[in-house]
C-alpha cells in the first residue's frame, strides 16, 4: 500500500471515530441526558469504543496476516459504513450506543490491518519503520482532533446532515 494512501486512511478513519464520539456526546447530551452528564458520558463512550478493537483482537490479526492489508481495511470501513446507513435510510437509527460500539469493533479491525501494513510499506518504500509509524500516529491523532472539532460542529449545525456528514466519511475511508 503506497504511504500517501497510508496516511489518507489512517486521517479519515480516525477523523470518523472522532466525529461519532463526539456527534454523539452532544446527541446524548443534548437529547437523552443533560449537559450536567458529559464528563461521565464522553467516558462511556471512550470505553464502549475501546471494547469493540478488544473483542476484535482476536480475529483481526489473523485477518490481516490472511489477506491483503488494504482488502481488510476496506472490509472493514465498509461493513461500518453499510451499518450506519442502513441504520439511517431504514428510519431505524437504534440507539447511539449501538453505534459506537459496531464502529469501535469494525476500525479496531481497520487498525489492526493498518499497523500490519506498517512495515510492509517501509520495506517497499525503503524508509524506516520508525518513519512510516510517526507519520501515520501523527495523522491519526490530527485526524481525530479534527473529527472531534467538527462533530461537535455538525451537531450544533444540523443533525440530519450531520449524521449524513458521518457516514460520508466512513464510505470515503472504505474506498
Not at 500500500?1 to 463526539?22: C, D, R
Not at 512510516?132 to 501523527?138: D, P, R
Amino acid at each position: 500500500m503506497n504511504y500517501v494512501l497510508l496516511l489518507i486512511a489512517a486521517f479519515m478513519t480516525s477523523f470518523g471515530i472522532g466525529y461519532s464520539k463526539y456527534f454523539a456526546l452532544q446527541y446524548i447530551g443534548d437529547v437523552q441526558f443533560s449537559v450536567d452528564a458529559k464528563p461521565w458520558i464522553i467516558q462511556v463512550i471512550g470505553s464502549l469504543m475501546t471494547i469493540g478493537p478488544v473483542l476484535a483482537y482476536v480475529i483481526s490479526g489473523p485477518l490481516s496476516m490472511a489477506f491483503k492489508k488494504r482488502a481488510v481495511m476496506c472490509g472493514s470501513l465498509a461493513v461500518t459504513s453499510g451499518f450506519c446507513i442502513f441504520g439511517y435510510f431504514t428510519n431505524w437509527l437504534g440507539t447511539p450506543w449501538m453505534y459506537l460500539f459496531v464502529i469501535g469493533l469494525f476500525t479496531g479491525i481497520f487498525n489492526a490491518a493498518k499497523m500490519a501494513a506498517v512495515p510492509l510499506e517501509a520495506k517497499r518504500s525503503g524508509k524506516s519503520v520508525f518513519v512510516i509509524n510517526a507519520g501515520v500516529s501523527v495523522v491519526f491523532i490530527v485526524g481525530m482532533l479534527g473529527g472531534a472539532f467538527f462533530g461537535t460542529k455538525a451537531f450544533e449545525w444540523s443533525v440530519g446532515k450531520g449524521l449524513v456528514i458521518g457516514i460520508s466519511v466512513f464510505v470515503a475511508s472504505a474506498i
